[in-house]
């Protein structure tokens, strides 16, 4: 599995969002700003889930 770094996420990200607005020039920092919002979001949902209460772990 080709996992990627969180920058190749971002840039990713950030090309969609700028071709989804129609390819606009002169705007990749709101694009790149947008986008690390968006991945960093993602990233931070695995987190929580991973942070589980160890009592209600052993109840199982």
Do not use: S
């Amino acid at each position: 599995m080709n996992a990627m770094t969180v920058e190749e996420r971002i840039r990713a990200r950030a090309y969609e969002l700028w071709q989804q607005d129609g390819a606009l020039e002169g705007c990749a920092d709101e694009y790149w700003h947008m986008a690390r919002v968006l991945v960093e979001k993602e990233t931070a949902i695995p987190d929580a889930a991973r942070k589980v209460d160890p009592e209600a772990q052993a109840e199982q």
